[in-house]
């Protein structure tokens, strides 16, 4: 592992570099599902690569390059939310409306084959998930959208977000409740979901 | 092994479909889904809406094709073309500065030795005058003074005393950086301080003329100053007499060095 003092040599600042490189991908597909906008996560980005090579010398070890390269995305993007603030936005109270969701149960599911019928159904889901998570309040989408697009483990989220990581377990749990109770809403209402309380599919369970 | 309630089940099945729980609160979990059907239900929702988070990870579009490149090139671009080629070669950086500085070093001394005044010599024969610098050796023995000062300094030449003056004693100092002889010559209340080194001190700044011999000749601080070059050693003397009469004194002692040169 190159640490800080091997920093200051050539090798070492290259193989800085290359994980830095090798976050882009990741880094780019994050910032495209907190935006929702190609052109504007492109910038999102190549203003976090910017503020990254700027403070090179903060990194203390090779193994923190990813952590950290999210940690200067979401100050970025975070940055960005405030100067974007005076817009008008869709303000929904998620505070309540998860405390709520936490005294919900899900409906049943529907079974396998009745899916199966349903051809469009996963993409129907997909728009459903996409607007339930910019409905989330920020930390929590962070979180889910570290973890979920941006593939960071538990570890990686606390440092990227600066927290514990029971704090990354609760923010991830609310936003992932949330997610599914929206999911079976949306399904419900859409009249996906057989109602038939009880009478559960035992495959579904992970085994 | 404790089993778990609903609530705590419910809290922890995201990180259980994410393996970030340890194996006994991970069995803990796995226990209470085999067990409990509501909590089935939420587990199954939750895998619904991993996949479709899987599928919109899978989904987004592609990035502009220079945007990788455009990422690279900003160390270049942000912190300018020269510092990145330094950066790049943080040897040759280092050896590179080490040399400057050890440059700047040299160029100081060196300017702080051909921009040193007489003035430092006016100033060092006033103490020694006012006996702040004693002289160390007190006798009026020319080779007993020379036989000193060749002990003190490494060399010593012959001075004759200016007509009329004796010589009084000796000391040994550095001044600017420089090992000087000193010798003192006395005539009634007057004095002659006689400085001589391996360094010229005809380089010094504070000369004002030339005589005729090429003995370089100022003033400085009330007191006269006369300093020229013979052979490997340079002389340099400062006296509170009258011009015309230090003029005539350096004249004579600068005649004798050049004729023991000579001889």
């Known amino acids: ?207 | 092994m404790p089993k778990l309630s609903c609530q705590e089940a419910q809290v922890l099945l995201e990180a259980f479909h994410d393996n970030e729980l340890d194996s006994v609160n991970s069995l803990s979990v796995q226990e209470h889904l085999d067990d409990c059907p509501e909590c089935r239900r939420h587990w199954r929702w939750l895998c619904e809406v991993e996949a479709s988070l899987q599928r919109l990870n899978e989904t987004v579009p592609s990035p502009s094709l220079d945007l990788r490149s455009r990422l690279t090139r900003h160390p270049v671009r942000q912190s300018g073309r020269l510092v990145a080629f330094f950066r790049a070669r943080k040897k040759l950086t280092g050896v590179a500065s080490l040399g400057l500085l050890l440059a700047l070093g040299v160029f100081i001394m060196l300017s702080e030795r051909t921009g040193a005044d007489v003035m430092l010599f006016v100033r060092d024969s006033v103490e020694v005058v006012r006996n702040a610098a004693p002289l160390e050796l007190r006798s009026s023995n020319a080779e007993e003074v020379e036989q000193w000062l060749r002990q003190q300094i490494a060399f010593a030449p012959t001075i004759r005393n200016p007509s009329g003056f004796r010589l009084v004693g000796a000391r040994s100092c550095h001044i600017n950086g420089e090992p000087v002889g000193f010798l003192l010559f006395e005539r009634d209340s007057q004095r002659i301080a006689c400085y001589v080194s391996r360094s010229s001190m005809t380089a010094l700044h504070g000369y004002d003329g030339t005589t005729t011999e090429g003995i370089k000749l100022g003033t400085c601080e009330g007191r006269q100053v006369a300093a020229w070059d013979a052979g490997y050693v340079s002389y340099l003397l400062v006296s509170d007499l009258t011009k015309d009469a230090f003029v005539a004194a350096a004249s004579e002692v600068a005649a004798g060095t050049i004729r023991s040169l000579k001889e």
């Open chain 1, 1 to 207: 592992m190159a640490d800080r003092k091997n920093l200051m040599s050539g090798n070492a600042n290259d193989a800085y570099a290359e994980a830095m490189l090798g976050c882009f991908e990741a880094l780019y597909r994050t910032a495209f599902r907190l935006i929702g906008n190609k052109s504007q996560a492109e910038d999102l980005v190549q203003e976090t690569y910017l503020r990254a090579w700027r403070s090179l010398t903060q990194l203390h070890s090779l193994s923190g390059v990813r952590p950290w390269m999210f940690r200067i995305l979401r100050t970025t993007f975070v940055d960005q939310l405030r100067r974007e603030s005076s817009r008008p936005k869709l303000v929904i109270d998620i505070e309540k409306m998860l405390a709520a969701v936490d005294k919900l149960s899900p409906p049943e599911i529907f079974n396998v084959r009745d899916r199966d019928k349903l051809d469009h159904l996963d993409e129907l889901f997909d728009q459903e998930i996409v607007s339930a998570i910019a409905e989330l309040p920020d930390e929590e989408r962070l979180a889910l959208v570290f973890q979920a697009v941006g593939n960071l483990t538990y570890r990686e989220i606390s440092e990227a977000l600066e927290c514990p990581i029971g704090t990354v377990m609760s923010r991830l749990h609310r936003a992932k409740r949330w997610l599914r109770l929206r999911l079976a809403e949306y399904a419900e209402n859409c009249g996906f979901i057989r109602s038939t309380p009880g009478k559960e599919d035992q495959s579904g369970a992970k085994a």
